[in-house]
């Protein structure tokens, strides 16, 4: 009977692991698991009840590795046939001091291509650790080459005592000097990675379709991030970024982007190709080109398609606008052209002169609700139809102008005006209530609102603080803290790169923050600002401009850099192991920070943030005056996954110098944890174990697991193919029934051959038709027992055939002897059972047989 469990342990034979239970050849049948007390023996032969080093001999600090298996085909079976899917455990037990260190877990794949082959995809390391794979045992890199892998490795280069937690480096705060993008860039895209490493991706603006203009700077290091040298170029094709001036995707004057809501990793932006204008897909992680998306075909007249808005995302999916004024529209899920689309205009056409191909569209989107609302400048001579900046709206939901916005409304006194932005207004309770835009032209910036409805807002006065020559861009908006603030970035007209706060709430300019802001401490104050991103973890603004120049700034203070650091924490301890068992957690403790002299740190405004993986708050809690936080009143099986952010508020950056880097180390207590992958055992019959030995080393040592050999039992394709054929000889001539005789041999005697008694003469032919051997082959013939002893035990090789001569003294006729052969497969385990054939009969008849002349039983 299979046990359901994923895990029946192994048991010990000749000082090793093995699968011992066989499993018995057809007709197969699956023994009972091992009790609860062969369980307890077998753990603790195997070390799990305390440290084995590799010579066998306890040895106190010394790191261990426990190597384990289960069958994944048939579940807690205790053997394996030819074929099935195994899985291979090994737990890392760490010895070491507290101090983080590096460890590393090789396993190399015993037979790998004979008795077994890897299974690509299915290397399991825990969360933090780093997987990589080798074709020849020693070079190892980071992609799976699939069945071709002879040794799988797992690295941690944080690795701590009992292995139990996420270490993830804390941001140091953003300094400007060693952040050069490379170029003319625009507002950054912040990503924190798998590992923690914390990104800014950008992509230059108005950048010709050749060009290379994607760059990714790595923040934890100050170093551009691996993968380089960057920039590179986009394009349209799938596949890993090119190296180059050999892009074919263009970008936009104001671009806008949107990341995928399912797949954060991935990036929409707007692009231009040859043809066409759309979307293009950028893979942050994969550091890849995912495709380029058409939404209308460049050119035509009177009113040409020569670039495009922004994006923005409603529901599922990303819409834009393009110089004609008419609405483009992908749908996320299957990056298709929405149906329709190309809606009709909402906005005044801009730049959109036919004899002016590659114009950029001057103007900008925001999305509140089910609408999208734009901005444009009809520019006279470059626009087919000039006159003042106004602003659009579009309903996602007729596909249609909203009500209220049947024609654009006006946003500026006359063509001489532009502008570069569409933001949301919002009201002092954080709502949104309005659209705006700010043009440039006039004494100063000027603000023109309306309401979502399309009636006259009131505008907010503070860019009017800034000269009329000034540029401004489309905010950042943050709601923290209970305020709801607009973060405007700005340069021109002297000014070499400013941010003006707008605080919503309070319907004023932002308290604390200087009206306007330079940023005199990044790149000497040359920064002429684009965009920010605001990072909740660290809660920064990240900016980026003009000058191609990355630095942070303190949205409370404008001061630059932003003297904060955090890093997000997501702990899941289930995803530490892979065995497939249940009761390997117990329980969340702390999180903690370490590397850091916590008189750096603002404690009273220092704070971490609990919640589940998905956003849902857990609870909000300060550090203790030890740099901790106690998590041990969090519910594991109501939280599963917890995700721990350490928003930090520096009195000094001095932790942060010469490469040094504090962590956040977020911990639950359970067992060691758990490197996994799986084999397919190969369908060659001649294979009768697999067997698997991991190595590690760390600052204790080198050390290498248990050997564990699971016993591979034939499967239905590797089971001998046995029959018997029992027959009796019909001639009166006894020389003729001996080996190698004549006969004639029959199935029943020839009436009157035997008379009323007499010998009968047997031959038993046993024939293997499969493709292994048989093994301990034996004949069972009740009514000829000589014919059991003249066979005796034999080998019956695949494709052969053995006969067995016998006689017997027949003291009353008719007589049906009936003859069968036992037999197991060859190499098979000890105590595997039997198998018998079917039985052959053959008939020795009287001078009174009547009987029909009977075929094989």
């Known amino acids: 009977m299979r046990s359901d469990h994923p895990s029946d342990p192994v048991l010990i034979r000749g000082g090793e692991p093995v699968l011992r239970s066989p499993r018995p050849p057809v007709p197969i049948r699956r023994l009972r698991a091992v009790t609860a007390a062969a369980l307890t023996v077998s753990l603790l032969l195997l070390g799990l009840g305390g440290a084995v080093p590799a010579d066998g001999a306890p040895t106190a600090g010394t790191s261990t590795l426990v190597k384990s298996v289960q069958n994944t085909t048939h579940p807690g079976a205790a053997v394996a046939d030819h074929g099935d899917t195994v899985n291979w455990v090994v737990q890392y037990r760490n010895a070491a001091d507290d101090t983080a260190a590096p460890a590393t877990v090789t396993d190399p794949i015993a037979g790998a291509g004979t008795t077994q082959t890897y299974v690509p995809g299915s290397l399991r390391v825990p969360p933090g650790w780093t997987p990589s794979w080798s074709t020849d045992g020693s070079t190892f890199t980071g992609a799976d080459p699939g069945a071709e892998t002879v040794a799988v490795r797992a690295e941690n280069p944080v690795a701590r005592p009992g292995g139990t937690e996420r270490t993830l480096s804390l941001l140091a705060p953003v300094k400007a000097a060693a952040l050069f993008t490379g170029g003319d860039g625009f507002t950054p895209v912040v990503r924190r ?114 670039s495009l808005a922004g994006l923005v995302q409603v529901g599922g999916s990303v819409y834009g606008v393009a110089t004609t004024g008419q609405v483009l529209c992908m749908d996320l899920a299957s990056r298709t052209p929405c149906a329709g689309q190309p809606y009709a205009p909402v906005v005044a056409a801009n730049h959109d002169l036919p004899s002016t191909p590659g114009a950029y569209y001057l103007g900008a989107l925001t999305a509140v609700g089910d609408k999208v609302y734009a901005s444009s400048s009809p520019q006279g001579g470059g626009s087919t139809a000039a006159g003042p900046p106004a602003l659009g709206c579009f309903d996602t939901t007729t596909r249609a102008a909203c009500a209220g916005w049947t024609t654009p409304h006006t946003a500026g006194p006359d063509a001489g005006y532009y502008t570069y932005n569409a933001f949301t207004a919002y009201d002092t309770a954080g709502q949104p209530d309005g659209v705006c835009t700010g043009t440039v032209g006039g004494a ?88 920010y991103t605001y990072d909740a973890t660290t809660r920064c603004l990240i900016g980026l401009g003009d000058a191609g120049v990355l630095f942070s700034l303190d949205p409370a203070t404008a001061a630059t850099p932003c003297v904060h650091s955090g890093a997000e924490a997501t702990l899941r301890p289930g995803d530490f192991y892979c065995d497939g068992a249940s009761g390997h957690v117990q329980g969340y403790t702390r999180a903690r920070l370490t590397d850091l002299d916590l008189g750096h740190l603002d404690l009273a405004a220092s704070r971490a943030v609990v919640t589940d993986p998905d956003g849902t708050p857990v609870t909000t809690t300060t550090f203790a005056a030890d740099g901790t936080v106690d998590l041990s009143g969090i519910p594991i099986a109501a939280h599963p996954g917890i995700t721990v952010t350490a928003q930090l508020v520096l009195t000094s950056a001095a932790d942060f110098d010469n490469g040094h880097h504090p962590l956040l180390v977020v911990e639950y207590r359970g067992d060691p944890p758990q490197v996994c992958f799986r084999t397919t055992v190969t369908p060659d019959c001649t294979t009768t174990a697999v067997s698997n030995t991991a190595t590690g080393t760390d600052p204790t040592g080198t050390f290498s697991s248990n050997t564990v050999t699971a016993a591979v039992a034939p499967g239905a394709g590797c089971q001998p193919k046995v029959s018997v054929e029992k027959e009796i000889c019909a001639s009166a001539d006894s020389r003729d029934c001996g080996p190698g005789g004549p006969g004639p041999w029959a199935k029943t005697s020839p009436v009157g051959l035997l008379g009323l008694l007499g010998t009968a003469y047997w031959r038993i032919t046993v024939t293997n038709a499969g493709p292994v051997d048989a093994g301990s082959v034996t004949v069972n013939d009740a009514v000829a027992p000589s014919c059991r002893q003249a066979a005796g035990t034999f080998a019956l090789a695949a494709g052969s055939s053995r006969q067995v001569h016998c006689s017997s003294f027949l003291l009353a006729l008719p007589l049906k002897n009936t003859a069968s052969a036992s037999f197991v497969p060859a190499n098979s385990p000890p105590g595997t059972p039997p198998s018998t054939t079917a039985p052959s009969s053959a008939v020795a008849c009287s001078l009174l047989c009547i009987l029909a002349t009977p075929g094989r039983d």
């Open 193 to 306: 990675t798998e590992s923690g490493e914390v990104q800014a991706w950008n992509i230059y603006h108005h950048a010709a379709r050749n060009l290379r203009q994607v760059v990714c700077e790595s923040l934890t290091t100050g170093q551009p991030c691996t993968g380089g040298p960057w920039p590179r170029p986009l394009n349209a094709a799938p596949g890993p970024l090119g190296s180059g001036d050999t892009g074919d995707l263009g970008s936009p004057l104001t671009p806008q982007y949107v990341r995928d809501p399912q797949r954060p990793d991935v990036l929409y932006y707007p692009a231009i190709g040859a043809n066409a204008v759309g979307v293009g897909c950028l893979d942050l992680d994969a550091q890849a080109n995912c495709g380029f998306t058409a939404l209308a075909a460049t050119g035509g007249s009177p009113s040409a398609v020569n």
């Open 444 to 531: 100063n910036v000027r603000t023109t609102c309306y309401g979502l409805d399309g009636a006259p807002h009131a505008a907010p006065a503070t860019l009017g603080a800034l000269g009329g020559g000034v540029l401004t861009f489309n905010p950042e908006t943050v709601t923290a803290d209970g305020a709801t603030r607009s973060y405007f970035p700005g340069w021109g007209a002297g000014l070499n790169g400013v941010t003006v706060c707008h605080d919503w709430t309070h319907a004023a300019p932002c308290a604390g923050f200087p009206l306007p802001a330079g940023h005199p401490a990044a790149n000497g104050g040359v920064t002429r600002d684009y965009g």
